[in-house]
């Protein structure tokens, strides 16, 4: 069954329109990646999706058969679909546990809870009174994530999560989606990283200028035609 349906999303700063009719779909449990350049919309696709980014229109936007269009961030999270947002955008006056808990506001129980999200990331447990400002990229990378993990989304969306990230973090980071797929959530990962997408991904979307210039299943692109989406430049 398909989790989310997007047709012809259009999004807008002010005068300026960042998205031109996209299109995307994910199904229970997959794993999509959006790659794209700097500035190819990818941020505003996701945010849009979320509710987050409101000047928008779409033909359609659905999750889980509902209409999602007009519904507040907040509600399209209740309803399972989180954000691990560009930045990671943690409350930087609360501390670890604090912060992981405030998942709980999105109401939905399941099988993530503060235990589970602590066995996933080991290295959060003695950390949990700590202000999440004194902590390294990676380890408030894991807040994030767990705190959107605390929400129990069916659909979880992560925006450029290897961004200023060691490649050994990046690694341990991914390697823990596996284990959040396993417990059957779909996820659509945002990257700059081709490889990384590649690896993960069970289909690709690449945005260039706001606009999807090719989709598909990793294995039915050469990589010559995957840089080409990305770049914009002709195929040799
Ligand atoms: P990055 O990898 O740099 O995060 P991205 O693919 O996520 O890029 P977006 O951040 O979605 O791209 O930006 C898409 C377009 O919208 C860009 O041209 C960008 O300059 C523009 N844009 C993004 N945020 C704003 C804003 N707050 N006001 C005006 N224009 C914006």
Sequence with gaps: MTLLHVEDLNAFYGDFQALFGVGLAVGEGECI???GSNGA???T???SVAG???ARSAKRLSFAGKEIGTMAASEVAA???TLVPEGRRLFSSLTVEENLTIGRSAGRSGYWNLARVYELFPALPELARRPVTRLSG????MVAVGRALMTNPTLLLCDEISLGLAPVVVKGMYENFRRVRGQGTALVVVEQDIGQALSVADRIYCLRRGAIALSGRPAEFTRDQIAAAYFGVAEA
């Excluded at 990676?138 to 990378?141: A, E, K, L």
């Design 41 to 43: 919309g990818k941020s």
């Design 33 to 35: 990646a959006v790659i």
């Design 138 to 141: 990676g380890q408030q990378q």
């Design 79 to 81: 309803f399972g679909m």
């Design 52 to 54: 987050l980014h409101r």
């Design 45 to 47: 696709f996701l945010r």
